[in-house]
């Protein structure tokens, strides 16, 4: 069978890699993909925003299944154009993509089914926004409602930072803003909850967690991720349970009385509070760079896992997932989040020789005059498996000391929680 790819950063590369795995996969095609996904993958230059082309190449190489691995692209309805050309596709459609695509959708659907969610407010108006600042508690959350790349939430620490979140979204930052979300601040510690359905059935896709500020000690400014680790150590069955009858399951009801249904992953990110779950966001799609740790887990074909889904028939497949335990760090040119930049070379790459439990999953890179050079903020994950996360972060950082690139920086601390604390 053909495979198409769909996305460029470590996530799509650690789809390949799991793809490629099967017997029955003649030949990968990555849309755009990188210099890792060259390895194992054609990678096609074509503009994933360009639906119309996309139909065209696919049609052309009679690519039998197509998997989106970013949110953009599922929000703006590429499963019902591809599906409507008779495309077999993974990922959720239109409607199910609101779950990440409209922040407000889905506070409001928690709202309708009983949805353990904060608290939260919907205003029309800046000035509506800016009078409720007067009669509230601090932190305060302030959230633009559509996608935002992860830049869109505010934790806002007093009534002056409110203000300038406010003006900010309703002055278009993340775009036109009609509406804006104002909810209440949760403490407890964070969970990336993962399923897999198929409309029909669900199951189970692990569970992780991963950093998303820039500096060591969970500091500074917001990024795409800069390494997780998985299994997330608040991992329990009853806790598990809680999420799938209180979060998940209400979730996919809501889904079906629209008249739809969601088929792929679905990310829950979720706030756990004495081992109750809390809803902070939905995502409609794996997430970058948790999927890197946990695709690694999984002792089950994924290949089937697609095919499985696609065809509506999940529940003849038992997915099955190794004890062991994965992290990874993302290594990212100098200045990310902010400047920096590209076309640098990394060398050694090549003289790295991986044992079954490592992997080096790219990002942005790419292949310039025969040289793979960077092409991004978030360059490479070094990710490793083995029976302890103190272990994996070791091997993980060996190995980054190997490649050795000067325009590179990491956080060492990942996974601290589990580590040294
Ligand atoms: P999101 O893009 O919705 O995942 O938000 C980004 C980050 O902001 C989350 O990973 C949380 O760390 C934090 N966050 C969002 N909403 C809340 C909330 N209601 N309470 C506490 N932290 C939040
Ligand atoms: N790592 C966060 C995300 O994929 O949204």
């Known amino acids: 069978m053909k495979v198409g790819i769909i996305g460029s950063g470590g996530r799509e590369h650690a789809i390949c890699y799991a793809i490629k795995k099967s017997k029955k996969v003649e030949k990968i095609f990555c849309i755009p993909g990188n210099a890792g996904t060259h390895d194992i993958a054609e990678n096609i230059d074509l503009d994933i925003n360009n639906f119309e082309l996309l139909k065209e190449f696919i049609k052309e190489k009679k690519i039998d299944i197509i998997i989106i691995g970013p949110e953009k692209p599922l929000v703006e309805g590429i499963v019902d154009f591809l599906e409507t050309n008779k495309i077999k596709v993974f990922g959720p459609n239109k409607l199910a993509s609101k ?11 928690c709202k309708k089914y009983n949805i353990p969610t904060a608290k939260f407010g919907v205003f029309k108006t800046k000035e509506k926004a800016l009078d409720f600042l007067l009669q509230c508690k601090y932190p305060l959350v302030i959230k633009a409602d559509g996608l935002a790349a992860g830049k869109g939430v505010y934790i806002c620490e007093n009534k002056i930072q409110g203000e300038q979140a406010i003006k900010e979204i309703f002055n278009g930052k ?5 509406e804006i979300l104002i909810e209440e601040f949760l403490k407890g510690e964070e969970m990336s909850f993962f399923i897999i359905s198929d409309g029909i059935n669900i199951k189970n896709f692990g569970t992780a967690q991963d950093h998303k500020r820039v500096g060591e000690g969970d500091v500074g400014l917001n990024t795409g991720g800069m390494g997780a680790y998985s299994p997330s150590r608040l991992e329990n069955d009853v806790l598990n349970k809680k999420i799938l009858d209180k ?9 079906e009385n629209l008249n739809t249904n969601f088929k792929g992953f679905l990310y829950a990110g979720l706030m ?10 939905y995502n ?20 089937e896992i697609v095919e499985a889904t696609i065809n509506q028939k999940l ?14 760090i993302v290594q990212c040119s100098k200045g990310y989040p902010k400047t920096y930049e590209n076309n640098l070379e990394i060398k050694n790459l090549d003289k790295i020789i991986l044992t079954e439990n490592e992997f080096i999953f790219h990002a942005g890179t790419k292949i310039s005059s025969s040289k793979i050079v960077s092409n991004g903020g978030r360059v490479l994950n070094f990710v490793a498996k083995s029976k302890s996360f103190k272990n994996s972060r070791e091997i993980v950082v060996d190995l980054i000391n190997k490649i050795n690139w000067k325009n590179g920086f990491y956080r060492k601390d990942i996974g601290y929680k589990v580590i040294d604390e």
């Open 284 to 303: 409609v799609r794996m997430g970058d760079p948790e999927c890197q740790t946990i695709l690694p887990r999984l002792k089950t074909n994924f290949f």
């Open 315 to 328: 529940n003849q497949i038992d997915v099955v997932w190794s004890d062991a335990k994965t992290l990874s």
């Open 272 to 281: 756990i509070i004495e081992n109750e779950p809390y809803l902070i966001e």
């Open 247 to 255: 979060i998940i399951k209400p979730t996919l009801r809501a889904l």
């Open 99 to 109: 779950l990440e695509g409209s922040k407000i959708f889905t506070k409001n659907l």
């Open 174 to 178: 993340f775009g036109k803003a009609n």
